[in-house]
Antibody, heavy 120, light 107 residues
Framework: EVQLVESGGGLVQPGGSLRLSCAAS????????MHWVRQDPGKGLEWVSR????????SYADSVKGRFTISRDNAKNTLYLQMNSLRGEDRAVYYC?????????????WGQGTLVTVSS | DIQMTQSPSSLSASVGDRVTITCRAS??????VNWYQQKPGKAPNVLIY???SLHSGVPSRFRGSGSGTDFTLTINSLQPEDFATYFC?????????FGQGTKVEIK
């Protein structure tokens, strides 16, 4: 059974940092592109970042570029999101998602999400 | 970024009704549209990919159509478990983007 389990969310002050982790199991993690998608509670979905299967290529939404860093450890089957210089508008549930098909880009598995709250 | 304008933002329907949700892209995106269903407190689940392909395990009452800039999700014979929020997503541009969502409520 495919599972994605996020951790690392919590309350942080503006300007602070958090590192999210996503532990993957039930599939060959190293074969899949992975993304982070966030959702402000009660609102819409926003793509945050993506990384290719071997970790050599990454990209970011303009809203987080220069502040967030996506990475992965294929030996540990884990995806990461390092978030620095956090702002109030970064408050959201962060989902780790697997790309089911490269061309269509649909997300076939989602984690349960981890809530990040940025407040003083 | 490519904008996805989804409508309506909410609708009320009865069990057995046919429901139609639309998404319009700000530029042509061929068939690079996916549809998701989200229930309260849960992560989204994919329903349709590549505009019209039904994901494994999704009931056949869900149907996707469209290409270019205009896309439609149709739910035939709405069931009690279909009351949820639906999102479209485009994967044509450099950054994936989502529609604002459509909440389907019980009339």
């Amino acid at each position: 059974e495919v599972q994605l389990v996020e951790s690392g969310g919590g309350l942080v002050q503006p300007g602070g940092s958090l590192r999210l982790s996503c532990a993957a199991s039930g599939f060959t993690f190293s074969r899949y592109w992975m993304h982070w998608v966030r959702q402000d509670p009660g609102k819409g979905l926003e793509w945050v970042s993506r990384i290719n299967s071997d970790g050599s290529s990454t990209s970011y939404a303009d809203s987080v570029k220069g502040r967030f860093t996506i990475s992965r450890d294929n030996a540990k089957n884990t995806l990461y999101l390092q978030m620095n210089s956090l702002r109030g508008e970064d408050r959201a549930v962060y989902y780790c998602v697997r790309v089911g098909d490269f061309w269509s880009g649909y997300y076939d598995y989602w984690g349960q999400g981890t809530l990040v709250t940025v407040s003083s | 970024d490519i904008q996805m304008t989804q409508s309506p933002s909410s609708l009320s329907a009865s069990v057995g009704d046919r429901v139609t949700i639309t998404c319009r892209a700000s530029q042509t995106i061929r068939n690079y549209v996916n549809w998701y269903q989200q229930k309260p407190g849960k992560a989204p689940n994919v329903l349709i990919y590549s505009a019209s392909s039904l994901h494994s395990g999704v009931p056949s009452r869900f149907r996707g159509s469209g290409s270019g800039t205009d896309f439609t999700l149709t739910i035939n014979s709405l069931q009690p478990e279909d009351f949820a929020t639906y999102f479209c997503q485009q994967n044509y541009g450099t950054a994936p983007t989502f529609g604002q969502g459509t909440k389907v409520e019980i009339k």
